[in-house]
Every structure is written in structure tokens, then in C-alpha cells.
């Protein structure tokens, strides 16, 4: 025997074993022993010699083995004292862990390329050049911000998108290019959620480029918009993709390099109505039934990386591409599927295309920095030359690359259905079809659990043990494993349901780093509890401690095998990421196994330890990306869900991923159970900071309380005309699920109540709810009433125009015609009575022809661009009793005076002043005005 490592200790009062070698049978076999005191030569020594080793073990050693009987000798007689390091090695196991993520994962995720000058363009041909972009965007960004229907938006951005076109047509080879500019005016409708999405004279700016020399009439469509949320500039969201959509242009006109199809770029101009621009140019413009594949870009953020989060649908040719052209690929599924699943609080033009389309596309946004999103610190200064660099060498690579697609000439041939697909570290972009994952998973699910039986086999016959015993142990860890994981994902949202309770939420916010404590701990110590708590409490004399501890990772690996293979048949891609699991596990078992060192003590632990690095980063990787881009989204959750259960099933998820199967390496260490309390431990301590001042969720500037409310005066008219309500107030729609305890003692909020009783007896509770968000939750909104009437820019204008009444007797009907005109934003709210139904009217009949899924209230949202002329609407009803002289249905108009141009009163000013500075507000002034009919 060797002598002891300094790291081992000998553990001989317990019946952990190892496998003892096989012995020669021609020579007779000697047992080298050391102790601390003295050193055994190979010589015959007496039993006695041997202190504290088991006799059997010792007669073995002295002993000619006799072939008859040695093929199946007891399992004492082949065991050697297991060796277990030292208890103050397990912290630096986990240590190091946590600093290869912070050494590796971290730096890489945020590393960025460095920005090209404008001097270093003549030596780098070809090359997106990101100071040329900067400067453009310097340019937008000192314009202010830029509401849809402002002079701003519609006519100064108009003017400077179409310099920046005719730039590119000077510099452009007029020899092998041309280029095609149109300004699009259009009105329409559709419906978005639960309403109609109206608008009118919205403004696009679109440019196509051709080669003279191509024949294609397939288009690829490059989108992105210019117009911004009110009070923000919109630098990030998304000026950042319209510049890089001009420079992009810029590089394809003037390069020798020509390409196979048309490009359409569309700047389009009221993306946050919302998606007017994108519904006007894809069911109206002239070039949109020609486009077939779109790269559409946006951002939730500022700065950073953009992210491929949508890719398709069914059409996994656009990732080949992907691949192939993106310098700093950064995408998953994972994303693609969470999204797609309406847990991510935002939306993209990606959908209009691909529902009114279709056009299949890929789908790219800003990530970074989401806690600026739509508030006025969205700016210049937050965007760096790298981030810009990286967004620009994307999206001219990909443009390069779809535009030579030979798939474009006949992109229906290529639908083949969905795509599972990553980046691993932003080093390389992996993808394949769907059909291919389900091949992949199942393969690899089924080869892990053959694997893993072939191990307990190969257990057995070194052990000479009944396979039985094996299978048993198996079986009892297999259990633990699934308790273990539903622990370690109950643990973090238990934490998250306590923090709800007691009005904690979102102590995260601003110090990320407090998820370690607060949810990774929980999940860490939920994994490892079970199987550690059965290893060191059941000592087995059956099987040996290191084959145990084998198994604890066995029963992972087969769980997470079925998991994947249920996660398959359910057809959810993100499948994908236990496939990785596994296919790493089975990795280091081949390794073992066919080594041998399967049956050498601990030494198969070096080669699982190592074979899990690889997807221990890609891991932690992922979930770190996740956790930046959903984070800031926790403050625009609203109140009806608690935000920590998404940020602590991630957090779960990850640690469940990232240490499924190294965490259970620390029972190869003593004390196993104080590195549980160690992490019980570490929590209770992060969670003591989070209940400071530390835990306070938001900070001024960099991470703001988003505050959504409405200066609100509203008047009630009756069936007679008279006014039975006329008050003023601020409607607040608010995002944080504490309410509005963040402000408490800091604002006067005397009177501040809720808006359910009032939603039992008024249309949609009596205020102007603004879109299907606002209206979705106005059951939880809020009511601040003021003093004096809020002085508004204007009031909307409703006429009705004519009144008619058609058919006979058993089949009357009224008819309806009104006018209405106003702000650039309003909104109708039609409520029949008892009684009433719609027949049919005017503003989208797509509506009332589907009852089951429409019902009223009906919602009509309203958006002007260049035209503000008045609307004419009309409808059609009838009543049960055919009495056209009482009330017959109730309309409210309200007006959104979005605008930062619009004045605000001076109570508003003062209100605003009194806010803290951690509360960014988002308001406007608003008039509301209900009639019956």
C-alpha cells in the first residue's frame, strides 16, 4: 500500500471500502502496509502487526491465494479502509466552483469587441466601422424623445433618416446598385390581445437596395423602429439598431462584393403605439408581399450584447446562417421559449410579421442594462463604441449572409420545422431541427441508463455481490434524487413566497449578488441535503463507500435522463439543456469505466470532476444571462404575480444544471453535514443584509422604481346629458408588488384607494385604462384623488352624426354614426347594456364575429402619425324589446396627452417634485369622458 497523501485521512472505525486489487494467482501476493509509526517490507509479518486493519483483510495479504476459492471471496476480504480527504477541503471544492465562474463566466459574458475608428476604416475594408455610429447616434439622442405624432417623430426624424439615406446614395456604386427610398402614409386595424389597434397616417421611412444585375424578387426585410416611450430618448430602445441598420446599408453599397436579393430596410415609425409601423408596412406597403426572411431588431435594454431570443418559426435555415455570419453569437432557445410563453413583460415587431406576414425571421435585442428601459436615463452615455461594434458586426454579417441565401428564392421549400439552438460562451453557435434534438436526447437519455446499468453490473462482479443489492441501493438513491431536486427547487421559491409575504420582494434589484444567499444557498442545500443526510446516517457493509457515492450520481444522471425524455414528448426544446447534462455524465462513465478507475477508489471522481467544466460554464452562463435580462424586468412585472418566483425558479434551475452532479462530491469528504450548515449558514447571513437597507430594491438613476400614472379628469354624462361625475385624480397602474409602500412617508397619499369597488359598478372601473397591459390589470389600479381639476392640453371631441333606426317591426335595428377627434393617442370603450347586442360596426368586425374570445367592454385604441384628422366610426345594434328611446349602451372616450410637450398643471409639477428620487415616473395628462346612448 502507498503511503497516505497529507490530504487523506484513514477512516478504519467505519465500514467505508474501496475494491482491493485483483491479485496474481501465480505469484504468491504480499501486502506492503505503512503507518505513521513504521513501514511493513513485503515480508510475513504476524496478524498482530497489523493494527487496526480487519484480520480477514491481513490473512489475505499473508497468504497464497488459492484459485478454487478466491474467485468469489467475501467482501471484507477484498477491501482495503476507504481514505476520505480532509473536511477542510470541501469549501475550497465549492470554491472553486464559484471562482471559475467568476474568472470565467463573468468576464467572457460581459467582454465586448473593441470599436473601430473611423482612421482604422482604409486598412479594415468590409468592416463595420462603430465611431461612424456613434456619432449618428449622438445625433438622435440630443433630439429628445420621440412619441409618435410629435413634430419630433414625424417630421425632423423623417427628414434626417432620409439625409442619412441619400449619404449612402453618394457614396454608393452606382454600377452595380441601386437604391429606392419611400416615405409610407397609411391607416388601419387589427387586433392586438383584447383590443382593436387603430391608427392613422403612420409614418415609415423604407429603402430597398438591389443589384442592378439581380433578378430576385425575393426581399430579406431589415426592421427596427425610431420612435420611444414617453419621457425617454430612446437611445438604447432602439437607436442603437437604427444606426447600425444606416451603416450596414452604408457597407453593402459601397462594396465589390454584390449579393443575390433586394434589401429592404424599414425604419418604422410607431413600434411603441403599439407595432403600428410594422402592421402598416407588412399589410399595406408595395415591397412587403416580396419579403421573405426578416431580421428584426429591438432592445430591452441599453448597452451590452444583443441576444437571438426568436428564430423561425420553422424555418431552421435562418440559424445556418446565423452561424455562419455572427462574429459574437449570443442566442439560446431557453429564451425563445420563455418568451413565447408571455413570462417576459415585453413584445417585438417580430410578431406582426410573423402573424400578418407570415415572413419567418430571426428576432435580435439589446439585453443590457434593462434597469434604463423606457425611462429618460435610456441614453448616449450608457451605450459604449463596443457595445455598438458588437451589434454592428451581427447584423452586416447576417445581412451579408441572407442576402446571398439561395433558401430565399423559395423559402417554403426549407419550413422544416422548429430549431434548438445556443451559443456556448460566445465562443461558437450551435443549432439543429428540432427532429434532430428529439434523436438527440432520446439516444443520449437511453445510452445513460444502459450505461449506468452496466456500472452497477461491473459493481457487483468486483464486488462478488448479488446485482439485487446494487439495484436496491440504486433504487433508494434514485428516490433521494428526486427528492433532492424538488427540494432544491422548492427552497428558493419557498424563499421568494416568504419575502412576498412579508412585503420584501425584489431585494435584489440593485445588489444582484444577493441571489447567491437568498436562492442559489437554498437550492445547493435542498440537492445535497438528502443524499448526504442517507450517506452519513446509513453506514452499508454490502457495498463499499466509494461505489455508494458513485451511485448518489447514477441516480442523477437517470433522473435527469427520464426528465429529458418527458421534456422531449412534450416537445419543449429547452430539453436541450439536460440532454447536455447527460451527455457530459455518460462522458466521464465511459472514461471510468473503460480506465478502470471506475473501481479505484476515488479516482473516477478526478474524471467526472473534469468532464464537468465544460457544462458547468455553459450553465452558469446561461442562467447569468438570464438573471441580467430578467431582473430589471421584475420593476414592469406589475402587482398580480410575485416577481421572485421567476428570478428563484432560475436561480433553481441554474444551481439544479450547474452542480446536479458535483455537489454530491462533497460526501467524499468528512463532515459532510457542516458544509450543509455552512451554506444554512451563508444564507442566514445574505438574508439579514437583504432585510437592511442593502435589500431596499431601488436606487436613483441606475436602478429606478417605475411609476406609471395619469393626471386624470373625468366626466360622467347621462342618458339626459346631465353630469353625474365630474372629478380629478391620478390613476396609478403600478408595478410594484408591494403597491405602494416604497413611497409611504415620502409623497402625500391621503385617500389612495383601489379600484375593484368601482370596477363592480363602472365600465372598465371608471378610468382611462391605456392599452391591453393597463387594462388587464385595472381591477388592481389606484386612485389618488386631488383638490383642483387637472388643466388638461384638450379634451377629445365625440359627435354623434346620425342616429337610424332599420328593417320593420320584427327585425328593427339602430344605427349609429360618430366623429371623434383629439390627441394623437385615445381610446373608446363600448359597453352594451342588458339586453343589447352588436351587430356589426365600423372599427374591426373581426371582433364582434368572435364572442367567445372578445367581450365587452370592447376596447378601440387609437393612434395617430402625420394625420389628425377626425375618425368616423359606425355601428349596427339591435335590443330585445325593439325600445330605441333608453339607454342603449354606454361609450367612453379618453385622451392621452403623451407627449413631454404637453403642459403639465402646477399641482402636477408639484406632485412630481415630491416624488423620491428613486421613483421614475411615466404619466401624462389624461381626459375621460363617458356617455349613454
Not at 435610456?378 to 439561395?406: H, M, P, W
Not at 439552438?421 to 465562443?427: A, E, I, Q, S, W
Amino acid at each position: 500500500m502507498e503511503k497516505h497523501n497529507s490530504g487523506f485521512l484513514e477512516d478504519n472505525d467505519l465500514e467505508h471500502t474501496e475494491p482491493f486489487k485483483r491479485f496474481d494467482l501465480d505469484e504468491k501476493s504480499t501486502l506492503e502496509l505503512n503507518t505513521e509509526e513504521q513501514k511493513y517490507s513485503n515480508q510475513a509479518k504476524p496478524v498482530e502487526a497489523y493494527n487496526g486493519l480487519d484480520q480477514s483483510i491481513v490473512q489475505l495479504a499473508t497468504k497464497k491465494i488459492d484459485p478454487e476459492e478466491g474467485s468469489h471471496l467475501d467482501l471484507k476480504e477484498r477491501t482495503k479502509s476507504i481514505k476520505m480527504l480532509a473536511w477542510y477541503y470541501a469549501p475550497v471544492y465549492l470554491l472553486f466552483w464559484v471562482g471559475l465562474f467568476f474568472a470565467v463566466v463573468y468576464p467572457i459574458f460581459n467582454h465586448l469587441p473593441t470599436g473601430v475608428k473611423l482612421e482604422e476604416e482604409s486598412d479594415l475594408p468590409n468592416t463595420f466601422i462603430a465611431q461612424r455610429a456613434e456619432s449618428l447616434l449622438l445625433k438622435l439622442d440630443l433630439m429628445g424623445p420621440k412619441i409618435a405624432g410629435d413634430y419630433v417623430t414625424e417630421v425632423l426624424m423623417v427628414e434626417l433618416l432620409l439625409k442619412e439615406i441619400e449619404k449612402v446614395r453618394q457614396v454608393m456604386k452606382s454600377d452595380l446598385y441601386d437604391l429606392e427610398v419611400d416615405v409610407q402614409r397609411s391607416s388601419g386595424a387589427f387586433l392586438h390581445w383584447q383590443m382593436v389597434n387603430m391608427y392613422q397616417g403612420i409614418q415609415n421611412v423604407v429603402a430597398k437596395l438591389s443589384c442592378k444585375s439581380s433578378n430576385s424578387s425575393s426581399y430579406l426585410l431589415v426592421n427596427s423602429h425610431y420612435d420611444s416611450k414617453p419621457s425617454s430618448v430612446g437611445t438604447g430602445d432602439a437607436e442603437v439598431m437604427i444606426v447600425a441598420m444606416l451603416e450596414t446599408m452604408r457597407l453593402m453599397a459601397i462594396s465589390e462584393d454584390t449579393f443575390l436579393h433586394p434589401i429592404v430596410f424599414l425604419f418604422n415609425g410607431a413600434e411603441e403605439q403599439p407595432f403600428h409601423g410594422s402592421h402598416s408596412f407588412i399589410s399595406k406597403h408595395r415591397w412587403a408581399g416580396n419579403c421573405k426572411a426578416l431580421i428584426n431588431l429591438d432592445s430591452a435594454g441599453a448597452g451590452g450584447r444583443e441576444i437571438l431570443f426568436q428564430g423561425g418559426p420553422n424555418h431552421p435555415w435562418l440559424m445556418r446562417h446565423y452561424k455562419k455570419s455572427s462574429k459574437h453569437p449570443f442566442a439560446t432557445t431557453m429564451a425563445e421559449e420563455i418568451f413565447q410563453a408571455d413570462l417576459i413583460p415585453s413584445d417585438t415587431d417580430f410578431r406582426i410579421f410573423r402573424d400578418f406576414g407570415p415572413v419567418p425571421g430571426l428576432d435580435l435585442a439589446g439585453c443590457y442594462n434593462g434597469f434604463v428601459y423606457h425611462t429618460k436615463f435610456d441614453r448616449f452615455k450608457v451605450i459604449s463604441r463596443g457595445s455598438l461594434q458588437n451589434t454592428g458586426d451581427n447584423v452586416y454579417g447576417l445581412v451579408r449572409s441572407l442576402s446571398n441565401a439561395e433558401e430565399m428564392y423559395d423559402t417554403a421549400a426549407y419550413a422544416e420545422g422548429h430549431s434548438v439552438f445556443f451559443d456556448y460562451l460566445g465562443l461558437f453557435f450551435v443549432y439543429y431541427t428540432k427532429a434532430t434534438g428529439v434523436a438527440l436526447n432520446i439516444s443520449f437519455s437511453l445510452g445513460a441508463i444502459l450505461l449506468v446499468a452496466l456500472s452497477l453490473w461491473r459493481m457487483s462482479k468486483v464486488t462478488g455481490r448479488r446485482l439485487g443489492t446494487y439495484a436496491k441501493s440504486f433504487g433508494m438513491q434514485f428516490l433521494l434524487a428526486i427528492l433532492g431536486v424538488l427540494l432544491a427547487l422548492a427552497f428558493p421559491l419557498l424563499m421568494s413566497v416568504f419575502y412576498d409575504a412579508g412585503n420584501r420582494t425584489m431585494t435584489y434589484f440593485s445588489n444582484s449578488w444577493l441571489v447567491i444567499g437568498l436562492f442559489i444557498c437554498p437550492s445547493l442545500i435542498g440537492l445535497l441535503l438528502p443524499s448526504t443526510i442517507y450517506l452519513s446516517l446509513r453506514h452499508s457493509e454490502k457495498i463499499p463507500y466509494s461505489y455508494r457515492v458513485q451511485i448518489v450520481g447514477h441516480a442523477h444522471c437517470v433522473l435527469m435522463a427520464v426528465l429529458c425524455i418527458l421534456l422531449t414528448a412534450a416537445g419543449i426544446r429547452t430539453a436541450y439543456l439536460l440532454m447536455i447534462c447527460v451527455f457530459f455524465y455518460v462522458g466521464a462513465l465511459i472514461i471510468n469505466l473503460a480506465s478502470r478507475l471506475h473501481d479505484k477508489g476515488h479516482l473516477w471522481s478526478l474524471v467526472l470532476v473534469a468532464c464537468q467544466v465544460l457544462p458547468y460554464l455553459y450553465f452558469t452562463y446561461l442562467f447569468h444571462a438570464l438573471l441580467v435580462i430578467t431582473i430589471p424586468m421584475t420593476s414592469r412585472k406589475g402587482m398580480t404575480a410575485n416577481p421572485d418566483l421567476l428570478i428563484s425558479l432560475e436561480c433553481a434551475l441554474g444551481t439544479i444544471l450547474g452542480f446536479v452532479f458535483v455537489a454530491p462530491l462533497v460526501n467524499l469528504f468528512r463532515r459532510q453535514k457542516s458544509m450543509v450548515g455552512g451554506l444554512a449558514l451563508v444564507m442566514f447571513v445574505f438574508c439579514m443584509i437583504s432585510v437592511s437597507d442593502v435589500g431596499f430594491p431601488y436606487r436613483a438613476q441606475t436602478n429606478v422604481m417605475r411609476l406609471h400614472f395619469l393626471e386624470v379628469h373625468r366626466k360622467f354624462y347621462e342618458y339626459d346629458g346631465s353630469i353625474s361625475l365630474e372629478d380629478s385624480g391620478y390613476y396609478f397602474d403600478l408595478q410594484d408588488r408591494r403597491l405602494e409602500s416604497p413611497l409611504l412617508g415620502r409623497i402625500n397619499l391621503t385617500g389612495f384607494t383601489r379600484l375593484d369597488e368601482d370596477c363592480k359598478t363602472h365600465m372598465k372601473c371608471g378610468v382611462p385604462c391605456f392599452n391591453h397591459r393597463w387594462c388587464d390589470a385595472v381591477e388592481d389600479g389606484h386612485w389618488l384623488p386631488r383638490g383642483e381639476p387637472v388643466d388638461l392640453p384638450g379634451t377629445p371631441v365625440l359627435e354623434l352624426l346620425n342616429k337610424t333606426l332599420l328593417g320593420n317591426e320584427s327585425d328593427l335595428r339602430a344605427y349609429y354614426e360618430f366623429s371623434v377627434s383629439g390627441p394623437p393617442r385615445m381610446s373608446l370603450f363600448i359597453l352594451p347594456l342588458k339586453g343589447v347586442k352588436m351587430l356589426k360596426w365600423s372599427l374591426l368586425q373581426e371582433m364582434l364575429d368572435n364572442p367567445s374570445v372578445y367581450k365587452p367592454p370592447y376596447h378601440i385604441f387609437i393612434g395617430y402619425g402625420s394625420d389628425s384628422s377626425p375618425i368616423l366610426f359606425n355601428f349596427e345594434l339591435t335590443k330585445d324589446h325593439g325600445n330605441y328611446n333608453e339607454p342603449a349602451f354606454e361609450l367612453g372616450v379618453s385622451g392621452h396627452y403623451m407627449s413631454h410637450l404637453s403642459k403639465r398643471d402646477a399641482a402636477t409639477q408639484k406632485f412630481l417634485e415630491d416624488l423620491p428620487d428613486f421613483a421614475h415616473p411615466m404619466e401624462w395628462p389624461t381626459s375621460y369622458q363617458r356617455f349613454v346612448f
